[in-house]
């Protein structure tokens, strides 16, 4: 009896080994990083120069609630010169999440800024507050 290679044509196995290869990529290669329409994008930066302070955050998230703490009621900055966004709470968070993280590169939350200037997450937030340089920022 003839071998599998010797009954199966050399244009056959050729197919055989390029789906072979497509099934596999399409299986086994991480999805791609998810596409933000540049709209979205713009709405943001908006959102970030709108007031002294933005902070995308998420009402179940303990770092989220630490910097809100620290902001509004250690330091007793005005949240009416806040924009605060509870992403989890909005039907486009995941979008202007995923804008963030085209803008800044940061992918979690709290994601703050000051003065349309990146702060970064909460640990960055708290180590300007322990040194003494976020109550200046804040002035
Ligand atoms: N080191 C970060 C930790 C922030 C963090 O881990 N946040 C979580 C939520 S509590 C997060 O963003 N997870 C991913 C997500 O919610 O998309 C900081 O200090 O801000």
Not at 78 to 103: C, F, H, R, W
Request: net charge positive; aromatic share 8%.
């Amino acid at each position: 009896m003839d071998s599998i290679f010797q009954q199966v044509s050399v244009p056959t196995l050729i197919i055989i080994v390029l789906l072979t290869a497509l099934v596999s990529k399409r299986f086994f290669t991480a999805a791609a990083p998810r596409m933000v329409s540049q709209s979205t994008v713009q709405r943001v930066k908006e959102l970030i120069g709108e007031k002294k302070v933005f902070v995308a955050s998420k009402t179940y998230c303990p770092y989220c609630q630490a910097t809100l703490k620290t902001l509004f009621e250690d330091l007793k900055f005005p949240q009416s010169k806040a924009v605060v966004l509870q992403l989890n709470t909005m039907s486009d968070g995941q979008e202007i999440q995923d804008a963030l993280y085209e803008i800044n590169g940061q992918k979690t939350v709290p994601n703050i800024y000051i003065d349309g200037k990146h702060i970064g997450g909460n640990s960055d937030l708290q180590e300007l507050n322990s040194s003494g340089k976020l109550a200046k920022l804040l002035e």
